[in-house]
């Protein structure tokens, strides 16, 4: 096979651009004022929606396509909402700030969803956690590992 009508599969090398939309079509993210999105498929790499929808594809084509929350960034789940003591927080703090928690391992995002008295309910949920995305993605290069080679 030669690598003009090379199709992507799992093992695959894929290099591309992408742009990422939500469903009402504001944009996100795109890769294209940057260096393009370069994986593995099959990987964790990035999110299994996208991994799932560029199988198939070849280089040079492009490929519009929504992706689910559940292989986007996952559903909205209750339990990262948790309600904590405020103590320890500037007086002048306010909902929707990022902050980083510190566990042993490694920080955190979580945002501040509510402000109340003497309390406060963080989000640590994803950003675009329950989001339907669209995507737009131009495939630049596929390079298969000598392993995956048909003779």
Known sequence: MNADNLQIQTGDRVVLHYTTYSQDDCLIETSRNREPLEFVVGTSEIVAG???AVLGLAEGQTHRFPVMPELAFGLRQSRLQ????RCGLPDNVQEGVQLQTQPAESGLDVWIKQLREHEMILDANHPLAGETLLYDVEILS???PPSLETV
Request: proline share 20%; no cysteine.
């Open 50 to 52: 996208l991994q799932r």
């Open 82 to 85: 948790p309600t904590v003591p």
């Open 142 to 144: 596929i390079q298969r």
